[in-house]
């Protein structure tokens, strides 16, 4: 069965500083790999994927994720925060083969000024 | 392309009421899931449909849910009768595509939904 963890509730950072949002997953087979950011009273947008390739992946608004298999780990970075990338954060897994999409928990990030 | 688009914003019904929520994918997208999102369960995939077929329902709660899609351009989720234990946001979102991969997903604004 696939699934997410999302181990951290709420992040916190200072505009400026790097950010960090975690996210393990479990799946069999080959996972596809997604990160999402919904902002309040909108729906999920989508930022960024992993399919295969490259393990450092970047998506929009200058985030990046890296992939390590290893660790079955994804976790969602962004060398410099901004006050409007506060928001909350989900992270996504469907396998080979399947279009259902199992999202985690999700993490709220709050980016101080 | 205007999106995907969900009617109503907000529901509020009675307990026992049937609710039915609407759902407008992107045109030409395939796929169409409904998700419920609350606080306790974080998202919840309900059903998907594939080409206006339901492809896996295993996520909906009970018999009092039900989906339908008559066509590629519009579906409906209802709850009949509605508890409040139904409150929630409920969303729609598409995706088009053959290959897993490409499986982004595009959402709709969600429904909040008050059963009373």
């Known amino acids: 069965a696939q699934s997410v963890a999302q181990p951290e509730d709420q992040v916190n950072v200072a505009e400026g500083n790097p950010l960090t949002v975690k996210c393990t997953y479990s799946?069999?087979?080959?996972?596809?790999l997604f990160w999402y950011v919904q902002y309040p009273n909108r729906g999920l947008q989508f930022l960024l994927k992993?399919?295969?390739?490259?393990?450092l992946v970047k998506g929009s608004y200058g985030f990046e994720a890296e992939f390590n298999k290893s660790q079955t780990s994804f976790h969602l970075k962004k060398p410099s925060a901004l006050v409007s990338d506060s928001a909350l954060y989900f992270c996504?897994?469907?396998?080979?083969?399947?279009?259902?999409?199992?999202f985690g928990a999700g993490t709220r990030l709050f980016v101080k000024a | 392309d205007a999106g995907v688009i969900q009617s109503p914003r907000h529901e509020v019904t009675e307990m026992g009421q049937e609710v039915t929520l609407r759902c407008k994918p992107i045109?030409?997208?395939?796929?169409l899931f409904w998700y419920r999102q609350t606080m306790m369960r974080g998202l919840e995939l309900l059903i998907y449909f594939n080409n206006n077929v339901p492809i896996d329902d295993s996520g909906m709660p009970e018999d009092r849910f039900s989906a339908k899609m008559p066509n590629a351009s519009f579906s409906t989720l209802k709850i009949q009768p509605s508890e409040p234990r139904d409150s929630a946001v409920y969303f729609c979102a598409s995706s088009f595509g053959s290959d897993p991969s490409k499986n982004i997903q595009y959402f709709g604004a969600g429904t909040r939904l008050s059963v009373l």
């Open positions: 992993y399919i295969t390739g490259d393990n």
């Open positions: 045109s030409g997208h395939d796929y």
């Open positions: 996504a897994v469907s396998s080979t083969g399947g279009f259902k999409t199992i």
């Open positions: 799946v069999s087979g080959n996972p596809y």
